[in-house]
């Protein structure tokens, strides 16, 4: 009875295993509030010459009556969703299959499909995301280099500080995901043929390492970088001039 008892219990951990699916559910959950509500607010995104990275690149179209950050937040969202760092991260706090290593999903015995049916099918199109999400990448880092340019001529603030850290940690993201890697070096069979892109691979393996480190240090700089723009534009915060 007893060895019945165990088999069916959720798990024999002893530990706190519920610590980390619950953190990871509470800041992805508040990063998806946050960001939802600032794609849709359509306001204070903007302080010269400071562009919020929800916002970037800036289009305004004649046929798009709604929040321009909507035309472009969906390749990098995409890129986050589909993640494969972030795939175990929110299976795991969201959907409990399973919550944690040595614990029992919540789903029903046998109901595991893995990747195979909708929704969870696209994401095969990870590496799709990752080429938009570039795109985005590369206006990100226009706009750190326009904040470099004020009224009265070339300079430095604060806000052009955190443009270029968000910039910088989106690329370390981005370059340290698997698909990079696998644009790097898939598709050879002998190294030895080609050694840059065995050197760049190896570069990429490298961050692969600490992909999660910067999908979480990414995830943080982009949301502050915004919100430090949103803050300027209410008028709470002053930026600093340094030059």
């Known amino acids: 009875m007893a060895n019945g008892s165990a088999q069916s219990a959720m798990t024999l951990r002893r530990d706190t295993w519920w610590v980390a699916p619950l953190i990871t559910a509470v800041v992805l959950g508040s990063f998806g509030i946050y960001s939802t509500w600032r794609a849709f607010s359509n306001a204070d995104f903007l302080y010269e010459p400071y562009l919020s990275p929800f916002y970037s690149p800036y289009i305004l179209a004649s046929w798009w009556p709604f929040s ?34 040595a614990v029992r999903p919540l789903a029903k015995e046998g109901s595991y499909t893995g990747e195979s049916k909708l929704p969870f099918i696209l994401q095969n199109i990870h590496r799709y995301f990752f080429y938009a999400a570039t795109v985005i990448l590369f206006f990100l880092w226009v706009d750190a280099f326009k904040a470099l340019k004020f009224e009265d001529g070339f300079g430095v603030g604060v806000g052009t ?10 690329s370390l993201y981005s370059l340290s995901c698997h698909s990079f890697r ?12 080609c050694p840059t892109r065995f050197r760049l691979w190896g570069k990429a393996s490298a961050l692969n390492e600490h992909h999660m480190l910067w999908a979480w240090v990414s995830l943080f700089g982009v949301a502050l970088a915004d919100l430090y723009i949103f803050l300027l534009a209410r008028g709470v915060i002053t930026d600093v001039r340094l030059i």
């Not at 500080?161 to 989106?170: D, S």
């Not at 696998?182 to 043929?193: C, E, T």
């Open 182 to 193: 696998h644009l790097i070096g898939g598709n050879l069979d002998v190294f030895s043929k």
């Open 68 to 101: 321009p950050a909507l035309l472009i937040l969906w390749a990098p969202l995409g890129f986050r969703a589909t993640c494969y760092y972030y795939r175990k991260a929110y299976y795991r706090s969201f959907f409990l299959a399973p919550p944690a290593c």
């Open 161 to 170: 500080l955190v443009l270029f850290a968000n910039a910088a940690l989106l």
